[in-house]
């Protein structure tokens, strides 16, 4: 089965700042690859898809990038209620896997 | 609006059997895959098992295969996930997640509140 692996495991930044977000599949994936925010006590919410198509209702802050293995998912300036999990998840085919995710927070 | 209602947690016995519920409402349920996903308490997400939009077509995650079993009831606008031979492993908070398209794109656009499952002796 084709692995996930998000990179970093937490990261602190501060508001404004740019923030980027790994993810990399184990075997390529082509561009079958969303992005989820699950904010602390809340339901897992979709951000993009395809790799870089933006769920509708997303701010423009969040863009996405990648194909085959490697996908990175960026926030271009972070806003307080940005704090999350952040998991990058692979869907071309089954088992859906996904990433261990990433935990981001306000310095 | 598109609501997802989960129901069928609680504390269940290792070995014992439970059977999952999500009523949901606001979309055609028909024309939609749907899936199982799981969080363990302060874990990530597992995606658990998928059903096509018939029925027809049936997935499972390698840990839950043989045991876990994933259906729906188009009629009632009601999916379920019969789950037998529980282990302490599958504690979790259940989620049905809607897909984005009625044969599996596996792109989770929508999610109920979840229901929790604990499996103690």
């Known amino acids: 089965d084709i692995q996930m692996t998000q990179s970093p495991s937490s990261l602190s930044a501060s508001v404004a700042d740019r923030v980027t977000i790994t993810c990399r599949a184990s075997?390529?994936?082509?561009?079958?690859l969303a992005w989820y925010q699950q904010k602390p006590g809340k339901v897992p919410n979709l951000l993009i898809y395809?790799?870089?198509t933006l769920q509708s209702g997303v701010p423009s802050r969040f863009s996405g990038s990648g194909s085959g293995t490697d996908f990175t998912l960026t926030i271009s300036s972070l806003q307080p209620e940005d704090v999350a999990t952040y998991y990058c998840?692979?869907?071309?085919?089954?088992?859906?896997?996904f990433g261990q995710g990433t935990k981001l927070e306000i310095k | 609006q598109v609501q997802l209602v989960e129901s069928g947690g609680g504390v269940v016995q290792p070995g014992r059997s439970l059977r999952l519920s999500c009523a949901v409402s606001?979309?055609?349920?028909?024309?939609?895959?749907m899936h199982w996903v799981r969080q363990a308490p302060g874990k990530g997400l597992e995606w658990v098992a998928l059903?096509?939009?018939?029925?027809?077509?049936?997935y499972y995650a390698d840990s839950v295969k043989g045991r876990f079993t994933i259906s729906r009831d188009n009629s009632k606008n009601t999916l379920y996930l019969q789950m037998n031979s529980l282990r302490a492993e599958d504690t979790a908070v259940y989620y049905c997640?809607?897909?984005?398209?009625?044969?599996?794109?596996?792109?989770?656009?929508?999610w109920g509140q979840g229901t929790l499952v604990s499996v103690s002796s």
């Open positions: 997640a809607r897909d984005s398209a009625a044969l599996p794109a596996a792109i989770f656009d929508y």
């Open positions: 606001g979309f055609t349920f028909s024309s939609y895959a």
């Open positions: 059903v096509s939009f018939d029925g027809s077509n049936k």
């Open positions: 075997q390529g994936i082509s561009n079958y």
């Open positions: 395809a790799a870089s």
């Open positions: 998840q692979k869907y071309n085919s089954a088992p859906y896997t």
